[in-house]
């Protein structure tokens, strides 16, 4: 993967049992700021964001989650257990000499960053949220809203076995690549960014890994029975687009914030850090100040 032209540098942290690839920008004795990517994407689904924040004066650190990229691909499904999830960012920090850091996360990496908070708050400066909601209140929202239930189908498909690994392999990635296409407004992904995508989900393993996180973290594995508060200040930002999560998921997570703020962008998907980049990034950069 050509990596010139995208900001930062490469580094590896053992994180205990995980080896992990981290993009790392900014001065190395700012504070620590870690950006958590979701599914399908790997560390660069945050490229647009990087320069602004180490501009503003912090250390940028974003990891291949593991299981993406050039980060470790566990083959066991336990693997993949939002437990051991969070003990990668805390693993990143401490390898890093972090006691603790700002969080900033969007899709499945945004859950990683709520049970952090949930698990670790002494660990986490300030919360980022983009378009993932507080497990429980996305519990609530399923046992409430057929919307909801209705948008979530592609979760039990990713639970079967093999079919969906060669489903999303055939035809050079094709479904990946409209599942991001398809759900974001025309334009957001370039031909460059869907490129370096293919070359990531193209990697020895990198689809089942990435799949275990929705086999290993199902209704039925108390992920989403986790209905602890969270202390750190939290801001949480939603495009009101998102064509799998109905806002009033957003709305019910704030309800189990302690100090939370809810900015929705109408006109605006899923895939909110890049649609509204420059947006996005600056209401970062006034949060973390």
Excluded: K
């Amino acid at each position: 993967m050509h990596t010139a032209s995208v900001p930062g540098r490469s580094e590896y942290v053992s994180t205990g049992d995980c080896r992990l690839h981290v993009r790392v920008a900014g001065a190395e004795d700012a504070p620590p700021v870690v950006l958590l990517h979701g599914f399908p994407e790997f560390w660069y689904g945050w490229h647009r964001q990087m320069d602004a924040l180490a501009d503003a004066g912090y250390r940028v650190l974003v990891p291949d989650q593991r299981g993406y990229n050039l980060s470790d691909r566990p083959a066991e499904q336990r693997a993949y257990r939002v437990e051991r999830l969070v003990d990668d960012v805390t693993g990143l920090l401490d390898a890093t000499g972090h006691d603790s850091a700002a969080v900033v996360g969007h899709d499945w990496g945004a859950m990683v960053a709520w049970v952090l908070a949930q698990d670790h708050p002494e660990r986490v400066e300030r919360l980022g949220i983009l378009n993932v909601p507080h497990p429980a209140a996305f519990e609530e929202t399923l046992r409430s809203n057929w919307e909801q239930v209705f948008r979530s189908w592609y979760a039990g498909f990713f639970q079967v076995p093999r079919l969906p690994e060669l489903a999303m392999r055939a035809r050079d990635y094709g479904l990946l690549e409209r599942t991001l296409t398809g759900s974001s407004h025309r334009g957001t992904f370039s031909e460059d960014d869907l490129r370096r995508y293919r070359t990531a989900w193209g990697r020895e393993g990198a689809l089942t890994g990435m799949l275990n996180w929705y086999r290993a973290n199902g209704l039925g594995s108390g992920l989403f029975d986790r209905d602890r508060r969270i202390e750190p200040e939290t801001l949480l930002l939603w495009g009101a687009d998102d064509v799998a999560l109905v806002e009033e998921n957003a709305r019910r997570s704030l309800e189990y914030c302690d100090d939370g703020s809810l900015e929705v962008f109408e006109q605006a998907s899923h895939w909110l850090q890049h649609e509204r980049s420059r947006e996005v990034s600056e209401r970062l950069v006034d949060f973390l100040e």
